[in-house]
């Protein structure tokens, strides 16, 4: 059965980092644009970040980054592995969330409602 499995959300302080895990089993994330999304308790889901579908083998895909996170998160890929990552450093309060993981076939723009996959979500929390 094909699907997105995240991990990695944990308890940090603030200013710590995690490093939030989107595995794929049963299809190739290298066709997918991957994307994080993330909603927090009583506020609307917001994308976080996007790596576009790779194009060949020499590129991972174009990476975006919404303003807030910009030189704070990191996407990657693992194509050997067939996941993304995301490395969040200097982490707030306010980057407590679910964080999900979406994919969508053949294109380099990352969705969540229009996703063709999408991961049950990992919890961060950021707090002393």
């Known amino acids: 059965q094909a699907q997105l499995v995240e991990s990695g959300g944990d308890l940090v302080q603030p200013g710590g980092s995690l490093r939030l895990s989107c595995a794929a089993s049963?299809?190739?994330?290298?066709?997918?644009?991957v994307g994080w999304f993330r909603q927090a308790p009583g506020k609307e889901r917001e994308g976080v970040s996007c790596?576009?579908?790779?194009?060949?083998?020499?590129?991972?895909?174009?990476?975006y980054y919404a303003d807030s996170m910009k030189g704070r998160f990191t996407i990657s890929r693992d194509n050997a592995k067939n996941m993304v990552y995301l490395q969040m450093n200097s982490l707030k309060p306010e980057d407590t969330a679910v964080y999900y993981c979406t994919a969508v076939r053949g294109t380099p723009i990352c969705d969540y409602v229009d996703a063709d996959y999408r991961g049950q979500g990992t919890q961060v929390t950021v707090s002393t």
């Open positions: 049963g299809f190739n994330l290298d066709y997918y644009a």
């Open positions: 790596v576009g579908a790779r194009t060949d083998s020499s590129s991972d895909g174009t990476t």
